[in-house]
């Protein structure tokens, strides 16, 4: 150990905890999605499955502005918090709020006109579906400023609650749902009741972390002690485009199966995929607890800690190579497990879901460390990964395998690309209002 400073330095800091306690609750989240799925695919047929898959899709897609949103809260919040100061957390949140309320409206009202295009484009059977997930999109805004309030605060183990809760709900509203209609776009609603959970929750944690009462007045005193305005402008044009890459990445390859490829290979696809994104899970647990204490850190002018990257790192590597070595060795065992002896057909090409998931893990960490130290062009960077899925799912989708492969390839490219951005940055220091702000 005593040869080993920071690795001795990471097991002992507050981070490595944070990261473990919520991997933990991440594994507890991804079990009970996974009873969610062991359920649900034994209910309905195979293509109806690669229909719910293709709606949670869209619901992240569509959800970019509340990620974007979640983002710019972390941001400004992990300064607050930094400062120990409630009151500027307490404005800012009156600040978004104020803010918010028109967006909200006029995303709901543009996604409603979109019903019969996306109904058309996934070749769903019904459009109820999508009409769950505009609901749910409606509720997302207030639980991702309450819920991004509690993780700029480090609140981990009530965040962790919080997601353990929503996922129960999710579980037994989905099985009822599933029992009753057996249909995809029906037991989307789980989505929304998990959603209500979460957002009830949610308000009460953060309301009582800063203080909030229904009496709080909200000021801008936060904007004059750390964020200009035009700055706060700027800054929320790019988290937007940063997080709509992200989402983007992220989501994309299930619309583009779900649309070129046949019913029955979309649902393949939706399942393998499912268990080969736990990895992903995992992963994003760490980087939601490493971003908060980066994004100080980049207010500040400095890098991230190299305890923190370096513990990321570590856990991101290890997880994956344990998971990926799992579904190779004992795909169908897994596959059938998750699934049922249907979905054995594609079972092999799973440890090539977990490597793609691997890949984009590793992207999604340096991303977010470009973003936590104000470098923005990386938002270049994933539009390009964006642009070449779309053109590689377009050229190159004879067989599931050859799919995977090539947004594998197209995530290790990405990362190596990102990975080279942030190196090239690590000797420049910035400014400490232009940090702040640009």
């Not at 929304?192 to 909200?218: D, H, M, P």
Request: charged share 15%; aromatic share 16%; hydrophobic share 55%.
């Amino acid at each position: 150990m005593p040869k080993y400073p920071l690795f001795k330095e990471f097991a002992r800091s507050k981070f490595a905890k944070d990261s473990l306690l919520y991997v933990a609750s991440s594994l507890v989240v991804g079990f009970l999605g996974y009873l969610f799925n062991f359920f649900v695919s034994r209910k309905i047929s195979v293509a109806q499955y690669g229909e719910l898959q293709s709606l949670f899709a869209i619901l992240s897609i569509f959800g970019v502005y509340s990620a974007a949103l979640g983002y710019f809260i972390v941001k400004h919040v992990s300064v607050f918090s930094a400062h120990e100061d409630k009151e500027a957390s307490r404005d800012f949140t009156g600040y978004l709020f104020r803010k918010t309320k028109k967006p909200v409206f006029l995303g709901l009202v543009v996604f409603i006109l979109l019903i019969p295009f996306l109904s058309r484009l996934l070749h769903l059977s019904d459009s109820v579906g999508l009409i769950a997930i505009g609901i749910t999109i409606f509720i997302s805004f207030p639980l991702v400023i309450y819920g991004e309030i509690l993780r700029g605060w480090n609140k981990f183990f009530v965040l962790a609650f919080i997601s353990i809760i929503s996922a129960i709900a999710k579980l037994v509203s989905g099985a009822g749902l599933a029992i009753i209609f057996q249909k995809a776009s029906a037991i989307s609603f789980s989505i929304f009741v998990a959603a209500i959970f979460g957002l009830f929750l949610s308000r009460f944690f953060s309301r009582k972390t800063i203080g909030i009462s229904r009496e709080q007045k909200s000021f801008q005193n936060w904007k004059e002690k750390y964020f200009p305005e035009r700055n706060i402008r700027k800054t929320a044009i790019q988290i937007f485009i940063f997080s709509a890459g992200i989402i983007l990445i992220s989501n994309l390859d299930i619309i583009i199966v779900k649309n070129l490829m046949s019913p029955d290979t979309a649902g393949y696809y939706g399942a393998l995929a499912l268990v080969g994104k736990i990895i992903l899970i995992i992963n994003l647990a760490v980087v939601a607890v490493m971003l908060p204490g980066a994004c100080a850190d980049g207010y500040l002018g400095k890098r991230p800690s190299s305890k923190h990257i370096f513990g990321a790192y570590s856990l991101v590597i290890v997880s994956s190579l344990v998971l990926i070595l799992l579904y190779s060795f004992l795909s169908s065992f897994v596959v059938n497990l998750f699934f049922g002896s249907k979905y054995l057909l594609q079972a092999n090409n799973l440890w090539l879901f977990g490597l793609m998931s691997f890949f984009l893990s590793l992207v999604t960490l340096e991303a977010n460390l470009a973003f936590a130290k104000h470098e923005f062009r990386v938002v270049y960077y994933l539009m390009a990964i964006v642009i070449a899925m779309v053109l590689g799912g377009a050229g190159f989708h004879a067989n599931l395998r050859e799919i995977v492969v090539v947004f594998s390839a197209i995530f290790l490219l990405g990362y190596f690309a990102i990975l080279s951005l942030n190196l090239s940055r690590n000797g420049e220091n910035k400014n400490l209002s232009v940090a702040a702000g640009a």
